[in-house]
């Protein structure tokens, strides 16, 4: 893949996945990340594409865990699901990067039979210091986009 696109922050990153699923023409989005930390990010990623009404999240590879994120009053919140379905054939399937992270316990090859089962138009690659090149996923999953943020340094103070 070639870089089209450098910038900092997080403002930079939430308008660039926005301009990106906005240029897919996406009409759903589905999440896929690690249980508990992936969660508040496709929240915080939610909310840049708040327009989009047909939004999911996905622990993991668990499609029957999947549920619904919704505008609410205070952000993007999560409600279970009735219909599974909805979560198939996403225009867009967003994979983040605690997937690839050892804790999850997640492979290549469930993360590659996931995008099978849900049989997305396109795949955004969302995750920060470049983990995917590190585990090689950036080059065995087809991916339309990547967004690779960066947290170096980290500065901590004290008075």
Known sequence: MKKIEKGSGISFQLRTFRKIIKELNANKVVFAGSKYVCLPFAELNGYAIRDI??????????VENGVKL??????????????????????VLVLL???????SGV????VNELIKKLNPKHIVGLYFMSIFQKVGWDKKIDFDYIIDGQINPVDVYSK
């Open 97 to 103: 990067g605690g997937l690839a992270m050892e804790s």
């Open 107 to 110: 492979s290549l090859e469930d």
């Open 70 to 91: 919704v505008s609410k009053s205070i952000g993007i919140q999560y409600i279970e699901l009735e219909n599974k379905e909805e979560i198939y054939n996403p225009d």
């Open 53 to 62: 009404k047909n939004q999911y999240f996905i622990p993991e590879t668990d």
